[in-house]
């Protein structure tokens, strides 16, 4: 089973929200205080394959930092940012969905901006920007899903006729 993975992050690096889409289970999220070891286990019940876009290079390496636990020996994992190069799609998850055409409601907020929306949340208590930087997290990880399709789309239109004439 799949499991799609996104994490959000404060300016000082600690792991804010960890956010998981599984197929059989649906979306779910923690975060603040609950996001430990156990609570990150739970959302990755059962999978098999993580998939995330720079988690290579972010999202794994992050969690291992704080949270203690090496993600790509416990699953298969599949970085979509490196799918995206062979198509020549360049760029963060932003701007290769508004290549691709996916739409987001919160297509305004980055990474630095999600920080922000953090660290309002802990200054001043406005449950409005934890929900904002909630839905961005949301937003992130559902997206995994339709970029994987549309990148699956393009290696069996590009890739498979040619692995026939191996």
């Not at 799949?2 to 000082?12: N, V």
Request: charged share 25%; with cysteine.
């Amino acid at each position: 089973m799949k499991a799609y993975l996104d994490i959000e992050t404060s300016f000082q690096g600690q792991i804010t929200v960890i956010g998981v889409y599984r197929p059989a289970c649906g979306f779910k999220q923690v975060w603040g205080k609950n996001v430990t070891q156990e609570s990150l286990m739970s959302l990755l019940e059962n999978a098999e394959i993580l998939i995330t876009y720079n988690g290579s290079r972010f999202d794994l390496p992050v969690i291992e930092r704080h949270l203690g636990v090496r993600l790509d020996k416990l699953f298969q994992h599949r970085d979509l940012l490196f799918d995206c190069w062979n198509f020549r799609l360049y760029g963060g998850l932003k701007l290769v969905e508004k290549e691709l055409g996916i739409e987001r409601e919160t297509k305004e907020i980055n990474g630095f901006m999600a920080m922000e929306l953090w660290e309002s949340y802990l200054r001043h208590g406005k449950s409005e920007s934890l929900d904002k930087l909630l839905l961005y997290n949301r937003e992130d990880v559902l997206s995994l899903v339709k970029l994987e399709e549309k990148l699956n789309t393009f290696y069996q239109l590009y890739f498979l006729p040619y692995a026939r004439d191996l």
